[in-house]
């Protein structure tokens, strides 16, 4: 029987991100998944393929009522080993390498597609599991994303992003 949630730790780090405000959630992550890609293909300072690592997070905010996301995303693909001590430079200026601090995280997975209706049920669902508890963040999510967007039942992660 699989576990309804787990604690893990993430160690320091440089990631490729971007930042995107389409109209619904899908888009914004789907555009920065598509420039990426293009970031990892060959479009770098070093003009290779980079190799894929997984998963790729997609950080979200809430809104003050906590009913809908905010309509910003940051969509962020972990640098391989290789990489890490001098990052290619993204051709595209929307992409920034960012050093992204340790990370500890309790985490939950689910199937399907990522939209908003999902994500937010998801979280509901996740905060009736814990219950009332201050150690982790309210208002910033991750959605971590295993395998490619065109996989029905592709393996998704809500991560709750513990206080420090």
Same mark, same amino acid.
């Given at each position: 029987?699989?576990?309804?949630?787990?604690?893990?730790?993430?160690?320091?780090?440089?990631?490729?991100?971007?930042?995107?405000?389409?109209?619904?959630?899908?888009?914004?992550?789907?555009?920065?998944?598509?420039?990426?890609?293009r970031y990892i293909c060959k479009e770098n300072s070093v003009g290779c393929y980079l190799g894929m690592t997984v998963p790729v997070l997609n950080e979200i905010h809430l809104t003050k009522e906590g009913t809908e996301l905010e309509r910003e995303v940051l969509?962020?693909?972990?640098?391989p080993g290789e990489f890490q001590q001098n990052p290619p430079v993204p051709t595209d200026p929307e992409i920034n390498i960012t050093e +992204?601090?340790?990370?500890?995280? #309790?985490? &939950?997975?689910?199937?399907?597609?990522?939209?908003?209706?999902?994500?937010?049920?998801e979280i509901s669902l996740f905060w009736e599991l814990l219950g009332s508890t201050d150690a982790v963040l309210r208002e910033t999510y991750i959605v971590a994303?295993?395998?490619?967007?065109?996989?029905?039942?592709? +393996?998704?992660?809500?991560?709750? #992003?513990? &206080?420090?």
């Open positions: 029987e699989e576990a309804a949630y787990e604690e893990r730790r993430y160690p320091a780090g440089k990631w490729a991100c971007i930042t995107k405000g389409e109209p619904m959630y899908e888009q914004s992550i789907s555009v920065s998944f598509m420039k990426l890609m969509t962020a693909y972990y640098l +992204r601090a340790p990370l500890r995280v #309790i985490t &939950r997975v689910f199937y399907g597609m990522t939209t908003e209706e999902t994500i937010l049920r994303t295993y395998e490619n967007p065109s996989v029905p039942q592709r +393996r998704n992660e809500i991560w709750f #992003i513990c &206080r420090a």
